[in-house]
């Protein structure tokens, strides 16, 4: 079986079902990359960064432009590799529609399986994954018109996982139980951050993506780890992995004018 997860956010899709799958391997599998066939579990002590405030995010960049703030495979440890299937954006234009899954309405399964890709309201977002054999880390940039609308989004992040903390969606051609629960994670760069935790089984392998949010200005930034069999992979740390991408936002942003 191999679980498919879209940018940031879909353990509940699987290869085949989703548009834009990331393949990721249960344990015992074949590599999903081909060159990430080292171990990925990683022992050595957390990064420590020393994460001075940064200038609120702002402007409006398209999707193509954020995908050249996503961290490379180099930033990550030996072990993972860049996806196959490389990123996911919403292009070379910005977007003004209105959201497909506002977090309000949004049903459990939906979120699960859209998460980390368009639909959210966003004026522009890049995703993409960097991938081990039974582990991952996914990273997302969603753009929004106005830093009030990030910082709704991320806001909205906890009643959504109130009221999802047990669901069912599509999985390994079957419906399987998943659940949510978000919880205030640590300050990056001075910034609140909001840690959701979305666990789940898929033929019999625990599944675990923990995912780290930030809004910063008109942008939210999130990083997470992704665990299949496996506990999710936590160095870098995902703090450390939202701060390089803030910083990265803030060249590219500049560098766009």
């Not at 919880?183 to 923990?210: I, K, N, R, W, Y």
Request: proline share 7%.
């Amino acid at each position: 079986m191999t679980v498919a997860a879209v940018g940031v956010g879909v353990l509940a899709a699987v290869t085949g079902c989703a548009t834009k799958g990331v393949p990721y391997q249960t344990p015992g599998s074949a590599s999903a990359t081909g060159a990430a066939t080292a171990p990925t579990t990683v022992t050595s002590p957390a990064a420590t960064t020393s994460m001075t405030p940064l200038p609120a995010a702002s402007g409006q960049l398209t999707g193509t432009d954020l995908e050249s703030v996503l961290l490379p495979a180099s930033a990550f440890p030996t072990g993972f590799a860049a996806s196959s299937s490389g990123p996911v954006s919403s292009g070379g234009s910005l977007t003004s529609a209105a959201a497909t899954y506002p977090l309000g309405t949004v049903s459990c399964s939906d979120f699960a399986q859209h998460l980390g890709s368009t639909g959210f309201g966003e004026t522009a977002m890049a995703a993409d994954s960097i991938v081990g054999t039974d582990q991952a880390y996914d990273q997302v940039i969603y753009q929004f018109s106005t830093a009030s609308a990030a910082s709704a989004f991320v806001a909205g992040l906890e009643p959504l996982a109130a009221r999802c903390k047990s669901f069912t969606a599509p999985a390994d051609n079957n419906t399987v139980p998943f659940s949510l629960k978000a919880t205030a994670g640590p300050t990056v760069a001075g910034l609140p951050s909001v840690e959701l935790v979305q666990t789940g089984t898929v033929s019999d392998s625990p599944v675990t993506l923990d995912t780290l949010f930030s809004a910063s200005g008109v942008d939210v930034f999130a990083a997470s780890g992704v665990g299949i069999g496996s506990a999710a992979p936590a160095v870098p740390d995902k703090q450390t992995i939202i701060y390089s991408l803030m910083k990265r936002q803030a060249a590219a942003a500049v560098l766009g004018g």
